[in-house]
């Protein structure tokens, strides 16, 4: 793999970057510290190939501060082609990757990318054969990590070598040469488990073939057997048939003889029918004379019920008249009991006629005198309200002038008081006195005067009217004359003469009531009378009928009795037809009954004289059939089994002939294929790690230890020399040549690695990782064919730097690019030709290559 073309967008602190490395051999690279050499030269290619960033960084951390998108395009040569990766990043919202690879077809680029990020990134893994590890292993010497592969552990550096001398291939190459044995191994054991098979159908075969004979020999002798007992079970069943038949003719005697007795039997059933309908019939006939009396008396009952019947009917009429007139009766008897008590008390009224006139005359006088006491009672009552009214009026002129009279007193008795200060006072002259007590003082007195006149004038007109008004009232009442007790006691008598004064004035019309309740007490007797004689006509009748009617039932029961003669009556004729008729049939029937009888007796005897020898030669002939028939059935059955088992011998037999077939066959086809299977089993072994890889890794370490210490003597006048050592030589507990041991020695002899001085190691380090890189070249057919150093020479002294430089010119050649990352710009020109990296005032760097 060869860089081409480096292209930067904001990594790092790079915002723009365009290296072109088309022409550039060896070459150092020079610029000042932090002006993006490192990120352009080993950052940039890792990233855009792997997506690797520095040691615990994410891959936003390598995103320029102050931006959010970042790319990195890197072009390379590889096997003769030109490829181009693009990696970028965005940092924007939740952060976005994306990588392409591209291969260059002509003027055009071709995408060669996956379907996702993994798959593309497989896809340049697969392409140039190694990880991002073993890269910077093999082609770059980091900035302070020169002693990366020398710091490793010794696993890891073998490990590295490995992959370095692509011994991983061989795993994959024993994992087809494993997956082909499996498959093959799978497809013997399956020829073997077939064989095994075969194996087992065919253990047995000379048995098999000896049972067969046997059985065939076994199946003749049956055959010859079965065919005697069958002629004898011919003759066996040809007897069994003749006594069958003879048995059959036995039975149908036997079955005729039933037959007679049943129509025997039916025969005599008729003429038993025949004879009792001639015997009920001569019955009937016997009694006809009794039977025509009593038809005759059955006749003369039903008239005299047909009479009786019209008289219930007459007696049910009756009834219900004598009920009615019964109600009637009772009915005036009510009636005539009201008049009576009517009449008495007329009767009685009219006999107080002289009392009640007397009371009606004081009745009326009393009234008249009641009236005029009505009228004095309301003058009475009119000139009592009128006097207290006058006396109220009284009252308040009698209050009103007390009351004036009260005011004035006080009055003057306070205008007394005011004066007496006139009298008290004897310092001035009351007259000319401007003094304001004196001057009330004045006044009440002159008031004091004026209030006793005010009283005296005080008139008592009023009261003395109202006084007069009430007199002449009392006067008026007495003039009256009216009595309250008067009053009362003439209302009370009044009161009780009333009601005698009402019945004096009804006894007018009491006389004419009197005639009529005569009258119609009279009209209810002549009813009561006639009512009477009607309910005694009716219980005479209602007597009679029901003495007749007391017979109706007996004569009822009677005429129900004499029906049966009636009935018997109607079968005379018919009696008298079967007495003709049925004789003749029953004693045809008896002949004919007679007759059956001696056939059926006859057929009977003759049954039962045979039957028992016929019988038992039947069951000897059926006895003798069927033991024959067990016979042949088992020895039939036996020759089907003998059959089937020579059947299903002939077929073992036959599919043990195929199976020997087949088993030639698989054993012949195994043989080849067994022996392709020790071939890859041979090659699982020798890809194995023990194999091809331990073989290759023995021979790479001395090319390895040669290189290096070709190099190493160069950087160090050949003072010093390296020595490798594989874990395999060294016998480990694992036994395994897992890793790589590296051992240093100068004329003092060999010491470890780390007892040497830092620019010692400095050489020591690059003297391997220069080797490490040829060797890939070599090994890996160019592979990796450039080399990046990154400020490794800066620890070195002047006499050594030299050196270094010396003996990177000599391995230079090995590589189709060396590029030596220096801020010294005295190693400017060291190497020929030379980038220069520069930072510009905006910030953005400029690279110049000359
Ligand atoms: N994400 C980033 N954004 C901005 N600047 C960054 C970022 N990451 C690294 N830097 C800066 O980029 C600069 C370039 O680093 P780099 O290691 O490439 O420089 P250099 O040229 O190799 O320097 P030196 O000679 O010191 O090795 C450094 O100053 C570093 O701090
Ligand atoms: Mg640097």
Known sequence: MIPLRIKIQNLGAIPQADIDLTSVGLCSLVGPNGAGKSTALTWAPLFALYGETKNGCSVDDLVRRGTTEMAVEFDFEHHGDTYKVLRTRSTKGRGKSTLELQKQAGDIWVSESGASIAETQEKINRLLGLDANTMVSSSMILQGKSGEFTAKSKGERKAILAQILQLDQYGDLQEKARAKAAVLKAEIDKVNNQIEVLNGRLTGMEETEADYQAAKVELDILAAAVAIDEIELQKADAELARVNARVEQIDKLFAEADTIR???????????????????????????????????????????????KTKQQRYGQVLSELSKAKTDMLEVDAAVAKVASQILS??????????????????????????????????????????????????????????????LKMQIENCAVAATMLQDCECVDIEKAN??????????????????????????????????????????????????????????????????????????????????????????????????????????????????????????????????WVNLQQQIPAAREILNTTQQLADRLGTEITAGTTKADELTEEYLSTVSGVKDEQKT???????LRRGVTLKRGQENALHAKIGALETKIADMQMAGEERKRLVAELEPQTKKLVRWQTLVKAFGKDGIPALIIENAVPELERIANEILGQMSAGKHHLRFETQRELKSREGVAE??????????GERPYETFSGGEQLRIDLAIRFALSELLARRAGSKVEWVVIDEALSNQDAKHRQMVVDAIKNVADRFKKVIVITHDPELMDAFGQSIQFSIKEDNTREVMVA
């Open 621 to 627: 002939a059926q006895e003798r059939s069927e033991e």
């Open 435 to 564: 003094c304001k007590f004196l001057a009330n003082a004045k006044q009440a007195s002159a008031d004091q005067v004026q209030f006793q006149a005010d009283l005296d004038a005080l008139k008592s007109d009023d009261v003395d009217m109202y006084a007069d008004e009430l007199l002449l009232m009392d006067e008026q009442i007495q003039t009256l004359g009216y009595s309250p007790e008067e009053h009362s006691k003439s209302r009370t008598e009044s009161m009780r003469l009333k009601p005698l004064a009402d019945q004096y004035a009804q006894l007018s019309g009491k006389t004419e009531l009197l005639v009529t309740l005569s009258e119609t007490e009279k009209g209810h007797w002549e009813r009561k009378s006639s009512l009477e004689a009607k309910v005694a006509e009716l219980q005479a009748e209602h007597d009679s009928l029901l003495k007749e009617l007391s017979g109706l039932s007996a004569m009822q029961d009677k005429l129900q009795r004499l029906e049966i």
């Open 346 to 407: 007329v009767k009685t009224l009219l006999t107080n006629t002289e009392t009640l006139k007397t009371a009606a005359a004081e009745y009326d006088l009393l009234a008249d005198k009641l009236t005029k006491l009505d009228q004095l009672h309301s003058q009475y009552v009119e000139l009592g309200r009128q006097k207290a009214e006058t006396n109220a009026k009284l009252l308040v002129a009698k209050n009103e002038l007390t009351s004036k009279q009260n005011k």
């Open 262 to 308: 049943a129509d025997v039997i039916r025969k005599t059933q008729d003429r038993d029918g025949y004879l009792k309908r001639i015997e009920s019939a001569k019955k009937i006939l016997d009694q006809e004379s009794e039977i025509t009396a009593r038809v005759a008396e059955h006749e003369q009952v039903k008239e005299s019920i047909t009479v009786l």
């Open 739 to 748: 890793a790589l041991d590296i051992i240093v020695g100068d004329w003092s």
